[in-house]
């Protein structure tokens, strides 16, 4: 009786994993956007799985999934909420989760209530899998200066670890540039930042408002993401302010060979690589992030943009994908931002 049953719960298995692969490998396009509602869309790929989160404001939510293209019917868990009355207690944004050493770690950005006050926070879990274990706050992560910081990125070149971000000069608003620096630990930076891009082209510079009518507005640079390709390394971008249609991608080339704290290594493209399409309907596209394909053969681009003009930065913003290209020199080729409803390719399986 026991060899029936185990046979029977055998051949059940079988059937469920069959059943779900099929489901999983019938989808064989997706459309933008892929969801109503994501600013500033973040994945990683670990075991098997995309791990993704997006902008809550006021906690940190992930997602769990093994197809981007269906993030709509993703496992959903909110593993932290800002707790009231303290220094990250407010404007929780643009999450990033990586898996390092053997653990999990939580980046965003969160203020008191007074975006002045906005830094760089980190959590800590052992679990191997994000979705179980425990979210252990570890604290504000910080340069020397400790200016304000947001839009932190971390990755790892040749076996060291960084840490990219968005922040002022001073302490007072007036400009957003794009910092580096070496990281201690996956919860400690080490020493000072380096700036290496500071807005100053045309298209860098939509928003920047002085008038009777609309309040002072900043030039801006952040949500810088690392990319690298073949050996070659960037960092992409959003440049110009988020409550214009122009908020677009620009791209940092660095041309050194081991030194990425060398700011003159660092150079910039004359042109937006992803910006605003009036015939494809997509404006504002930015604050992005990269994947691989589930075959790790192809580099996609999530990022979020709006559907009509004048939507700004606000709960209009939605996260879509596609694919990048590569041209002859090893830098990205995005073209542009894909319309909504247009059946695309899934990422390759």
């Not at 380096?194 to 100053?200: A, D, H, L, N």
């Not at 606000?314 to 590569?326: C, L």
């Amino acid at each position: 009786m026991k060899r029936k049953n185990y046979a029977l719960n055998q051949l059940l298995i079988a059937i469920l994993f069959f059943a779900g692969n099929t489901i999983l490998f019938a989808q064989k396009t997706f459309t933008n956007p892929i969801l109503e509602y994501g600013p500033d869309p973040f994945s990683t790929f670990h075991d098997g799985y995309y791990y993704y989160t997006h902008t809550m404001q006021d906690r940190l939510v992930l997602f769990k999934t093994k197809n981007l293209a269906d993030l709509k019917n993703a496992e959903q868990k909110t593993i932290w909420i800002a707790p009231k009355n303290t220094d990250y207690s407010a404007e929780i944004w643009a999450p990033e989760f990586h898996f390092i050493n053997g653990k999990w770690y939580a980046y965003f950005a969160a203020d008191n209530g007074s975006n002045n006050t906005h830094r760089m926070y980190v959590l800590e879990n052992a679990s191997k899998d994000p979705m179980k274990g425990e979210w252990i706050f570890k604290g504000k992560i910080a340069a020397k200066t400790d200016k304000w910081a947001i839009d932190g990125n971390i990755f790892t070149f040749k076996n060291q670890l960084y840490m990219i971000w968005s922040g002022w000069e001073g302490d007072t608003n007036g400009q957003q540039n794009i910092y580096i620096a070496k990281m201690k630990s996956p919860t400690e930076i080490d020493g000072d930042r380096v700036r290496i891009s500071s807005p100053t082209n045309s298209w860098e510079l939509f928003g920047a408002l002085h008038d009777d009518v609309n309040p002072p507005q900043v030039n801006v640079n952040e949500g810088p993401q690392f990319l690298s390709h073949n050996g070659k390394v960037f960092i992409v971008f959003s440049a110009s302010g988020c409550w214009t249609d122009n908020y677009s991608l620009g791209l940092l080339t660095f041309t050194g060979k081991n030194n990425l704290l060398d700011a003159s290594a660092w150079v910039k493209s004359d042109n937006p690589i992803l910006q605003q399409s009036d015939k494809n309907k997509v404006y504002a596209p930015g604050h992005n992030s990269f994947f691989k394909s589930p075959n790790g053969k192809e580099d996609w681009i999530l990022y979020h943009a709006n559907s009509n003009p004048g939507e700004g930065c606000g709960m209009k913003r939605s996260p879509r994908m596609q694919k990048i290209q590569w041209d002859k020199k090893g830098n990205p080729v995005i073209g542009k931002p894909e319309a909504a409803g247009i059946p695309l390719n899934i990422p390759s399986l």
